[in-house]
């Protein structure tokens, strides 16, 4: 998969619309609001990947921090998370980066964000690692990287991924895929791509770069949540990694 593929889709004028409505409309999840109060303090400085039009970077502002920096590889969101931002006198940095090229210090944040399944918008699981090695890196000793993932084997997906394990061993699977996980899906404003990781997986890859996890546990089992978020995101898995001191 081309990361442009993903990028094109998060460029377009009605997907960026669609989150900056989630910014006013659905707001930080009571999920993420309890994760975020477990790992970060309002006086961390913190860094969000993929922060689209700044559901989660304006709910933290919301919360008192003031010294986070958000992040999109999408030029249309930060456009977007900025102008609303403005609207709000939010004092959230946002920038233009590409979590698998950061250019951040190593050390410098107490905390990072990569919210509601991005990490899985990274086409090939070398990139993912790459990133989390980044992220790993920038973080200080003792700080948390929290973001979220789907459950390959979530009982209501059995179904799709034993006829998809099917189509792979006959190599039949979808040309543009390149790990058994990968989803390549319609959506109302066209394909979206996103890897569905088991969670050995996940915890390989955070330990391969020295990370130790913390928690996982799934939103569905931290706290109920309201109608509008439920009909913006399905059940999804809270991973808290931690940087050992
Ligand atoms: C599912 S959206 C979530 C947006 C926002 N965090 C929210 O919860 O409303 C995923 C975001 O990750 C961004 N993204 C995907 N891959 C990325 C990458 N390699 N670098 C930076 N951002 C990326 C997309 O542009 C998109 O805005």
Not at 37 to 66: N, T, V, Y
Not at 86 to 103: C, G, H, I, N
Not at 115 to 143: E, H, T
Not at 164 to 189: C, I, M, N, V
Request: with cysteine.
């Amino acid at each position: 998969m081309d990361p442009l593929n993903v990028k094109g889709y998060f460029e377009k004028a009605q997907v960026v619309c669609d989150y900056a409505r989630a910014v006013e409309e659905v707001g930080l999840w009571n999920s993420e609001k309890i994760v975020f109060g477990q790992c970060f303090s309002p006086d961390m400085r913190i860094l969000e990947l993929g922060c689209g039009a700044g559901r989660i970077a304006h709910g933290l502002c919301g919360l008192g921090f003031k010294n986070v920096t958000a992040t999109d590889f999408s030029e249309s969101m930060i456009e977007s998370a900025r102008a609303i931002a403005a609207k709000y006198e939010d004092p959230t940095v946002f920038e233009v980066q590409d979590a698998t090229a950061l250019p951040y210090d190593d050390e410098s944040f107490d905390g990072a964000i990569f919210g509601f399944n991005g990490l899985m918008q990274i086409p090939r699981r070398a990139n993912r690692r790459k990133a989390v090695k980044k992220i790993f890196d920038i973080l200080k000793k003792g700080s948390f990287f929290v973001f979220t993932t789907h459950d390959r084997e979530a009982a209501r997906n059995r179904d799709y991924w034993e006829a998809e394990s099917k189509q792979w061993l006959t190599r039949s699977q979808h040309p543009l895929l390149d790990d058994f996980g990968d989803l390549w899906y319609a959506g109302a404003h066209g394909n979206i791509f996103i890897h569905s990781p088991v969670k050995d997986e996940v915890r390989e890859d955070l330990e391969a770069a020295g990370f130790r996890v913390d928690f996982c546990r799934l939103r569905s089992k931290i706290s109920e949540e309201p109608e509008a978020v439920l009909e913006f995101s399905d059940d999804c898995i809270f991973w808290a990694a931690r940087k050992p001191d």
